[in-house]
C-alpha cells in the first residue's frame, strides 16, 4: 500500500497530481482551505482511498495538529512508501518590496517556505522512526533563480525550497535513511495563479506583458501533463536523485 499527501489539492497542479496518483492505485491525502468533491469519486472510481483535511498553512499549530491526524491515519496502514507533494503557495504581495505591507509578507513566507518545511521535516522523521520511504517534493519555479521586479516575496521564498531540498537530501544521504527530498519547476501552466498574474498592474509587476503573451500565445501547459512528469518522477523510487531540482523542460 502506498500513500500520497498533496497540499493545495482542490485545484490546479495539486488536483491533477492527487487524481493521477489515484489512478496510479495510490491513497491520497489531500490538504487545502476548500475541498474538491471530484476527487471522492475518482477515488471510488479507482478503489483507493481519498481523505481531505482543511488547514490553513500559514498556521504552524494547524499544520501539526493536521499532521497529527494524517500520520495516525497512513502509518497504521504500515504503508510500503509515502510521497509528499508541497504544492500549495501564494503569489501576493505582489509589488515592489519597499511597498509590501510586513503581515502580507509574513503570511507569504509561512504558506511558501515554512509550511513544506515543517511537513517535511514532520514526515521525515515518522518515515525514519517507522522505516517507509519517503519521496518528499516540494514545487519550485524559475523565479528561484533570478530576480523578477515586484516578486521579491515570490522568488526569496522560492529560492529558499531550493537550498532546504538539498540541505535535507544531504541530511538523508548521511544518514542513510532511504528519504529522499526533491523540488520541482513544472513551467508556466494554465491555473488561477496565472491568472492572477495577468491581472496584475505593471507598475507593481514588471514582467505583466509578457505573461500574458504566454496565454496569448497558447504557451501555457496543462496541468494534468505537467502533474503525470511528476508522479512519473516519484513513483520511480530507484531513480530519484535526491537533493535534485528537477525542470519539467527536461521532459518536454
Not at 517507522?130 to 521579491?152: F, H, M, N, Q
Not at 532511504?178 to 492572477?196: C, H, L, W, Y
Not at 513513483?235 to 525542470?247: C, F, P, Q, W
Request: some cysteine; hydrophobic content about 40%.
Amino acid at each position: 500500500m502506498r500513500y500520497g499527501i498533496v497540499t493545495g489539492v482542490s485545484k490546479g497542479l495539486g488536483e491533477s497530481v492527487a487524481k493521477i496518483l489515484m489512478e496510479a492505485g495510490i491513497h491520497v491525502i489531500g490538504i487545502s482551505r476548500s475541498i474538491n468533491d471530484s476527487l471522492n469519486e475518482i477515488a471510488r472510481q479507482n478503489n483507493v482511498s481519498f481523505h481531505h483535511f482543511t488547514c490553513d498553512l500559514g498556521d504552524v499549530d494547524a499544520i501539526e495538529e493536521t499532521f497529527g491526524h494524517m500520520s495516525s491515519l497512513i502509518f497504521s496502514e504500515e504503508p510500503s512508501s509515502v510521497y509528499l507533494v508541497n504544492n500549495a503557495a501564494v503569489l501576493d504581495p505582489i509589488d515592489k518590496s519597499m511597498n509590501l505591507d510586513s503581515h502580507g509578507l509574513a503570511y507569504h513566507v509561512k504558506v511558501n517556505s515554512l509550511a513544506p518545511m515543517v511537513l517535511t521535516n514532520l514526515f521525515l522523521e515518522k518515515a525514519t522512526e517507522k522505516d517507509v520511504p519517503l519521496i518528499g517534493a516540494t514545487i519550485t519555479s524559475g523565479a528561484a533563480e533570478r530576480p523578477v521586479y515586484g516578486w521579491s516575496a515570490y522568488c526569496s521564498t522560492k529560492a529558499s525550497i531550493n537550498m532546504y531540498t538539498k540541505t535535507a537530501a544531504l541530511e538523508q544521504d548521511e544518514l542513510k535513511t532511504r528519504n529522499k527530498v526533491i523540488a520541482f519547476s513544472p513551467g508556466v501552466m494554465d491555473t488561477q495563479m496565472q491568472e492572477k498574474i495577468r491581472a496584475s498592474n505593471k507598475d507593481e509587476f514588471i514582467e505583466v506583458d509578457t505573461f500574458k503573451g504566454y496565454k496569448n500565445k497558447n504557451l501555457l501547459k496543462d496541468t494534468d501533463a505537467i502533474g503525470g512528469v511528476l508522479v512519473d518522477i516519484l513513483t520511480d523510487e530507484s531513480s530519484v536523485e535526491n537533493g535534485k531540482i528537477y525542470n519539467v523542460k527536461d521532459y518536454f
